[in-house]
């Protein structure tokens, strides 16, 4: 994952106690785990097979000594070292039966048969040796394993012991991984909207909202589950399969040859799989955006669609991501199939086939008893868990990976951090001294704009649609740099003013005011600490809407839900205008504030726009002339220049642009009326 993986790993160290302890606890968990086959092992081997180990006869009664025929016997595994011996006697198994065998010098391995009072073992070179044997009863045969009854008792319960403690552990890790990822993820989360934050407002020109949002919940969704399921399955698989590998060769050199085929195997195959998955990821990844997008934009553009019957083309550009989401996910789902964890079961039954077959044959030797055989068997299944946990999150892995990717790349690009500091209020003298600009290389929207809007004054901006009366209150904003020409307030150039400095003291109203979910006070003052309740109150008397909304249930506490859509146009416009006005700017902006207000609500907010201008420069974009004679200074644009300036007498003088667009109207509005 490269540069990526460096960063994950990066966010993971600022948890490094909880994981690192989660890792100690897993080690532990292992060792404990790994101590069962060898106790296994023993009880096979020592306690229920040991019954075959030669016997002596003893004259002492002791917890170890059985009676049999008149005389005790006690295993050769459980004299001390100067015991002296008595004659030798064995108890061997054939078929279901158990025989004693009253000799010595009886062959450990061989083809066992008994019949006519002897046992016969038959060697693998083909010699026979025959033994004078007696059938035991069950009663015998219990007798003879009743010394080793504590032992396995006392194993058995040191086997379940060991199982809780590993449970214990176990839960603990997942515990402490899972907690770390939740954290990870959290501090994530926060970095990529506080990032966004910080983005210019041009980066939200060319990424759909819904795209924004995938990567703030989806692509960090993806990302946690790296953290509590792929890295906790990765990290757990290493250390089983590394203590599990040494354990083999504890265990039996030779036998844990036939495993190690399996770690290679393992490799190449998840080499095999990221090179084909990371492409259906990345398509798979940005369908996912797309969708979220279009069901995004088709809920806020819902009116419309249905207005204009537009339903069918909607569900069929929805359709075609969704489909194209579902092909690639079935691509993935058939490249998880062909290479499955059934694979590994493949390969490990092919092992186990080729060790018994081999067992059987007796081509592995004495040293290789039934116990060592269970115990390679069980460490071979507990080897293959972690392999099939790893081969099964793959597909995870690099839906993370590339989640990752997404999610990284937003947080590189380049924004402007947040800052709490202010500067003292300035005056509100704009300048803009030959300035053009253009969204595109060698398209400018603006071109050459000169201009002085002094502080108090009110300054219209008028002309048709694309003219670049917006631009330049952008470039003023600083949404976007000016790069020929200079723009200045008071006298510095806004380039060497912090922009979250600069807009402390601007304020805008917006054609289409947006409020935020919440109620109309807080809405007003965008829970701006130094706002208080007395300041909210005051603006909204200011703007003349005070008593309208106290009429509301709640009064100023009503709820308001996303944009406001349960309030008229005007309403939300006279909050936007009260907004304005209790934060108190030196520069306000009016971006055809009125365009969509009733004739009734506008003659309030022209009354409350004479307060609201008081000591503040302010630029109108108007469409209504009608509301901007009083303007001081008009600015005439056209396709990016200022073609006309003056007020509005000085422009009706003119006979130019302006005066034929204020007649256009004047006749309209008579038109209209008659």
Do not use: C
């Not at 050769?76 to 054939?94: A, C, N, Y």
């Not at 692509?219 to 250390?239: C, H, P, Q």
């Amino acid at each position: 994952m490269g540069n990526n993986g460096n960063r994950l790993f990066q966010y993971a160290w600022q948890f490094k106690r909880p994981i690192l302890l989660a890792l100690v606890l897993l080690a532990l968990a292992v060792g404990v785990e790994l101590v069962g086959p060898f106790l296994g092992k023993r009880m096979i081997d020592t306690n229920i097979l040991g019954i075959s180990k030669p016997w002596y006869e003893t004259q002492q009664e002791e917890t170890y000594a059985v009676p049999y025929d008149g005389s005790l016997y006690k295993r050769s595994d459980h004299w001390s070292s100067g015991e002296e011996k008595g004659r030798e006697v064995r108890v061997l198994q054939s078929g279901r039966s158990y025989y004693f065998v009253n000799a010595a010098g009886v062959p450990d391995s061989g083809k066992q048969t008994f019949s006519n009072g002897q046992l016969t073992v038959t060697l693998e070179d083909g010699t026979a040796r025959k033994f004078p044997a007696e059938q035991l009863s069950n009663g015998e045969v219990y007798a003879f394993y009743k010394p080793e009854f504590r032992s396995l008792i006392t194993l058995a319960i040191s086997y379940v012991g060991l199982l809780l403690i590993g449970a214990v552990l176990a839960y603990g890790q997942r515990y402490l991984l899972q907690v770390s990822a939740n954290r990870i993820i959290r501090k994530m989360r926060n970095d990529v909207f506080r990032h966004i934050q910080r983005l210019p407002v041009q980066y939200f020109d060319n990424l759909p909202a819904g795209k924004v949002v995938s990567r703030v919940t989806n692509d960090t969704e993806s990302i946690r589950e790296l953290y509590v399921t792929v890295l906790a399955n990765f990290f757990s698989g290493i250390i089983y399969i590394t203590a599990i590998a040494g354990a083999l060769f504890v265990l039996d050199a030779r036998l844990a040859w036939f495993a190690v085929p399996l770690l290679p195997i393992l490799y190449v195959w998840i080499i095999v799989y990221r090179k084909f998955a990371a492409n259906y990821n990345h398509v798979i990844r940005n369908r996912l955006s797309d969708i979220n997008a279009i069901i995004n934009e088709s809920i806020q553009g819902m009116p419309i669609i249905q207005a204009f019957r537009k339903e069918k083309e909607t569900m069929a550009e929805f359709g075609e991501l969704n489909d194209e989401y579902f092909k690639y996910q079935n691509k993935l789902l058939s490249l998880n199939s062909i290479t499955s964890h059934n694979l590994l079961n493949v390969f490990r039954n092919v092992i186990f086939l080729t060790v018994i077959w081999m067992f059987a044959g007796g081509w592995l030797g004495s040293a290789i008893t039934v116990g060592v055989l269970y115990a390679f068997i069980d460490y071979i299944n507990r080897m293959m868990n972690p392999m099939v946990g790893m081969v099964n999150q793959l597909a995870n892995l690099e839906t993370a990976r590339v989640s990752a990717e997404r999610v990284f790349g937003l947080l590189d690009e380049p924004g402007i951090e947040v800052s709490d500091s202010r500067m003292p209020r300035y005056k509100g003298d704009v300048v803009f001294e030959s300035v053009s600009f253009g969204y595109k290389p060698g398209e400018d929207v603006l071109k050459n704009i000169s201009f002085h809007a002094k502080q108090g004054q009110t300054v219209a901006l008028v002309g048709h649609t694309g003219s670049g009366k917006s631009s330049i209150l952008n470039l003023l904003f600083r949404f976007y740099d000016v790069e020929r020409g200079v723009i200045s307030v008071d006298g510095i150039d806004v380039r060497d003013i912090p922009k979250q400095q600069l807009r402390q003291h601007m304020g805008i109203v917006l054609q289409d005011p947006f409020l935020f979910t919440g109620t109309i006070a807080s809405n007003v003052s965008l829970d701006d600490p130094s706002i208080s309740r007395e300041k909210v109150e005051k603006a909204l008397r200011d703007v003349g809407a005070y008593d309208m909304f106290l009429q509301l249930p709640d009064g100023l506490d009503e709820p308001v839900i996303e944009k406001g859509s349960t309030l008229s146009a005007g309403q939300r416009q006279l909050i936007s205008f009260a907004r304005a006005l209790a934060f108190d700017p030196a520069i306000l902006i009016l971006d055809e504030a009125t365009a969509s207000i009733d004739t009734e609500t506008e003659a309030i907010i022209q009354q409350a726009l004479d307060v609201l201008k008081r000591g503040r420069t302010t630029f109108v974009i108007a469409h209504r002339l009608s509301t901007i004679r009083a303007a001081d200074q008009i600015l005439v644009l056209d396709r990016g220049q200022i073609v006309e300036r003056g007020n509005h007498d000085e422009l009706m003088e003119q006979r130019g642009k302006y005066y034929a667009m204020y007649q256009l109207q004047q006749g309209t509005a008579i038109g209209i009326g008659a």
